[in-house]
């Protein structure tokens, strides 16, 4: 296991404690301290290589033995392990127009920073929570004032990304259901209001933008909805499968658990035929005891492989207010993410010619660990 990513993905399980210095960065970072679906904290770079989302604010980092600490004296930044002082961070700076007024809110309320590579639409909430159905390990929308986002505000917004760095745009994270609760799974209706929201956001973004490429993030809708968000300028797709046990996932994700995997599966190869191979991803959590178990993970890894899907691996966190007990086992983490390092190789799958999440390395370390077998510079560019 190569050390550094192996404390990559410990800083990823356990987030870190930082000083006031550090928490005023992710601050600048998160200035409204947006809970996402829990998967916010400080990015970084670690002994300039790896790209690192180290969560700081949540209960729990407390505990972290990790702490990142502001050097004054020398403008550095470290992380310590129990009073050993191990390798050097670089925080990652905001864009300058991060803080730009884009009608009556900021830039940042309508696209977060995402580390080097992208900018994801803020979360505001789901409906699978006002519906008491939601994913247990997910604090989306948790203690915020659920303003929405226009498609408007979505267009100024991307009007004013600098084009010069090749950003992508991630749109996506909590499902809006429709209003009248008898629409269920398999009415042509069920996904209408979510799709309607999508392809509007997609279509303001193209008017200031015809190129940048946008990931669409959402519970799979159906072949005419692809289509719509295809023709509007999507570029690429993630429907998270999350747990791949169909039993586990209905008392971890008693909403989304309503669309049945065999509908995941079809429409993330009904994704990979529109929009073509290596631009198509689905998470999937590791927890190691409550989620899953390890076979069921590497099938998940070898079925989404064989038909063109990526996999985003992305390690189980304590995040305040989440309903689940216990951390990622750091072991079977690195384990899995070998595993599907394999399968890319045997499906002849690329995952820096993705988009969006699936090309950030900030949450993951699949890419890390590409770039440590292949000997490839350890930096990001963003095609
Ligand atoms: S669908 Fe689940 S994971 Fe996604 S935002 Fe809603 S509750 Fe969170």
Redesign the pocket.
Known sequence: MDSLIKLKAELLIHGARVDETLYEQYKKQNPREILK?GNNGLFVRIAKKHEVMICVSHKKNAESPYKLVYDEENNNSYIMNNGVQLVNVEIMEIPTFYNNEIGQKKFHEVFLFEGFSYFHIAYKG?D??NRKL??KY?T?GKGQKNKSISSQEIGAAAATIDTEHNYHICIG???ILPQDTNIKFGHRDYFKANMDYFVQAISEIRKYNATIPIWIEC?PPYESDIDRLVEAGATSFGFNIEIWNPKRKSTI?P??SEIPREHYLKMLQYAVECVGNNKVGSSLIIHGTEFDEKKELLVAIKELSKIGVHTCLLPYKPFTETKIIGKCDVDLFYEVNEFAYECYQKYNLDPFQNEGCMLCSSCTILLDIFKSKQNQTYITKVA
Do not use: A, N, Y
């Open positions: 679906t789901c699978f929570f939601e994913c997910c989306t994270g909590g499902t519970v994700c909403g989304k």
